[in-house]
C-alpha cells in the first residue's frame, strides 16, 4: 500500500521567508506525485505535478518541488512567501498499483505573516 | 476548464437522517472520487466509480454508499447518518488512462447534530 507523510503540519513565516514543505511517500514503484493547494474558502486546486522526466518541477504562483527517489521525498519549495501563500498544502502520491485514487498527506497548514 | 459542482456547499443534518450529497461534472470524465476531509487526517478516500454503473470501495466505504447512473452525476448517500460523519466532503473527477490529475469540487460541509 502506498502513503504519504508531511511532517510540518503547521508552518507560520513572515513574508519574503523562503519556503520548504516536507513531503515523504512509501511505494517502491513508479509513481506520479502532485501538490495541491487549498486557499481559505476555495476548493483544492493543482499546484505542480511531477509524472516523469526533469525531477525539479515548477508549478504556479513561483512554486517548485524535487523528486528525489532514493529519498522518497517530493518536497515542495518557494523562495520567498507572500501573505497570499497562506494556506493548506497537500502532498498526494499515485502509484502504478492500479489504484486510480491519490493518496493524500495530511496537509500542511501554512500561515504567512505580514 | 473543468467544472465539478456540487449540490450544497453547507449542510446540517440530524442524526438518523438519510442524507445525499451529488456532484456533477461537465468533462466526460470516467472516474469520480468521494474523499472525506477532517483536520490533520487530509483526504480519505470514500468511494470512487471508473464507469457508469461502478464503483469500488475506498479505504473509509462504512457507513456510505454511492450511485451513479449518468456519466456526469456521482452521488454519496449516507443511510443514516451519525455525529462522527460531519466533515468536509470532496468530490473529484480523472480522466482516463495516463491521466492522473484530480479535479475537485467546492466541497460540502456536513454537520450531523
Known amino acids: 500500500a502506498q502513503s504519504v507523510s508531511q511532517h510540518n503540519h503547521h508552518v507560520i513565516l513572515s513574508e519574503a521567508a523562503s519556503l520548504e514543505l516536507g513531503c515523504n511517500y512509501s511505494?517502491?514503484?513508479?509513481?506520479?506525485l502532485f501538490w495541491y493547494v487549498q486557499y481559505p474558502g476555495q476548493h483544492l486546486q493543482l499546484l505542480l505535478k511531477y509524472f516523469s522526466g526533469d525531477p525539479l518541477v515548477k508549478g504556479i504562483k513561483g512554486f517548485e518541488a524535487e523528486f528525489i527517489k532514493s529519498k522518497f521525498s517530493f518536497n515542495l519549495r518557494k523562495p520567498s512567501v507572500q501573505w497570499s501563500d497562506t494556506a493548506e498544502y497537500f502532498c498526494?502520491?499515485?502509484?502504478?498499483?492500479?489504484?486510480?485514487?491519490?493518496?493524500f498527506g495530511s496537509g500542511t497548514r501554512l500561515q504567512v505573516q505580514p | 476548464d473543468v467544472k465539478v459542482t456540487q449540490s450544497s456547499r453547507y449542510l446540517v443534518k440530524r442524526t438518523g437522517e438519510k442524507v445525499f450529497l451529488e456532484c456533477v461534472q461537465d468533462?466526460?470524465?470516467?472516474?469520480m472520487f468521494w474523499y472525506r476531509q477532517d483536520p490533520g487526517l487530509g483526504l480519505r478516500l470514500i468511494y470512487f466509480?471508473?464507469?457508469?454503473?461502478?464503483?469500488e470501495k475506498g479505504d473509509i466505504p462504512e457507513g456510505y454508499s454511492v450511485s451513479r447512473e449518468k456519466k456526469e452525476r456521482f452521488s454519496l448517500i449516507l443511510e443514516s447518518a451519525s455525529t462522527n460523519q460531519t466533515s468536509m466532503y470532496l468530490c473529484?473527477?480523472?480522466?482516463?488512462?495516463?491521466?492522473?490529475?484530480?479535479?475537485f469540487g467546492p466541497g460540502t460541509r456536513l454537520t450531523v447534530t
Open positions: 468533462m466526460d470524465h470516467e472516474n
Open positions: 498526494a502520491v499515485n502509484g502504478n498499483t492500479g489504484r486510480r485514487a491519490l493518496t
Open positions: 473529484a473527477t480523472r480522466g482516463g488512462t495516463g491521466h492522473y490529475e484530480q479535479y
Open positions: 511505494y517502491g514503484g513508479t509513481v506520479n
Open positions: 466509480s471508473y464507469d457508469v454503473k461502478m464503483k
